[in-house]
């Protein structure tokens, strides 16, 4: 087996309508095989597991949908316009089965792009995501790109299981967009027992035609430097990365730019 050749890094940007810019002090490496001893380990079901070791996959599941939180913020920065909206739909009933409301949530998706388009191809550009109501029921939240403004009646033909709201996303809050919609798909994220009852559950939808954000690598020699006039939010913040049995501290400076078409 032949080791692929290491590549390293510093500086991340990742460019939706907004640029965001990750400087690390500490050097990171990437695009290698690490040659090690192939041992499959024995997966141990969640309610067989140690209390430490339940504890570190709930610590887990938390990073991973924190994380996703920012990628979804991202998609939809990237891909929002003039005619995006948000839409939410709520069940009537007191409906906690995940797997009966999601069948019925792609059927609306279904029946909602065949309305527009006029087609069973998949056109419709959304983000969509489940969440928990005080009563326990379950209902989703959408938020639809490029799509032309839909009667209220219309919707609710498409969707009969209870109410439906959709409010078009004020423009003049763009540069919170995103981080602003993606708090929805983060709601119950911070519950121990939602994370183990709902674990591997689908809870994020997306459409494959969605406009993906653009990631550059670079490795520099110092922090960039920006003008007062480039900036939208700027703060550093610590790191740290395990050098034997210790954790070593390290600075992270993260860069938000104005929408070039705001300065």
Do not use: C
Not at 250 to 255: G, W
Request: aromatic share 16%; no cysteine; hydrophobic share 30%.
């Amino acid at each position: 087996m032949i080791r692929e050749k290491m590549k390293y890094y510093n500086t991340k940007i990742i460019e939706t309508s907004f640029t965001e810019i990750y400087e690390y002090e500490e050097v990171i490496g990437y695009g290698f095989t690490n040659l090690v001893n192939e041992k499959k380990l024995e997966y141990i079901k969640f309610e067989e597991a140690s209390y430490e070791e339940k504890s570190k996959r709930v610590e887990r599941m938390k990073k991973y949908h924190k994380n996703e939180r920012w990628e979804l913020g991202r998609l939809i920065d990237a891909n929002f316009d003039d005619r995006t909206s948000f839409l939410t739909l709520t069940f009537k009933e007191n409906i906690d089965d995940i797997q009966k409301t999601n069948y019925e949530f792609n059927k609306f998706i279904k029946r909602l792009n065949y309305k527009i388009y006029k087609t069973k191809k998949a056109k419709l550009k959304y983000i969509g995501v489940w969440e928990l109501q005080k009563r326990g029921a379950i209902h989703y939240h959408i938020v639809l790109f490029s799509v032309p403004k839909i009667p209220y009646k219309e919707l609710k033909a498409i969707w009969p299981h209870g109410s439906v709201n959709i409010k078009k996303i004020d423009v003049d809050q763009r540069e919170n967009i995103g981080r602003y919609i993606s708090k929805y798909f983060e709601k119950n994220m911070d519950d121990p027992k939602f994370l183990v009852k709902f674990m591997n559950k689908k809870r994020v939808f997306k459409s494959k035609n969605l406009k993906q954000p653009k990631v550059r690598l670079e490795l520099n020699d110092e922090w960039k430097t920006f003008s007062d006039d480039e900036v939208l939010f700027q703060k550093t913040y610590r790191g740290f990365k395990k050098v034997g049995e210790e954790y070593q501290e390290y600075r992270i400076r993260y860069t938000k730019l104005k929408n070039r078409s705001d300065n």
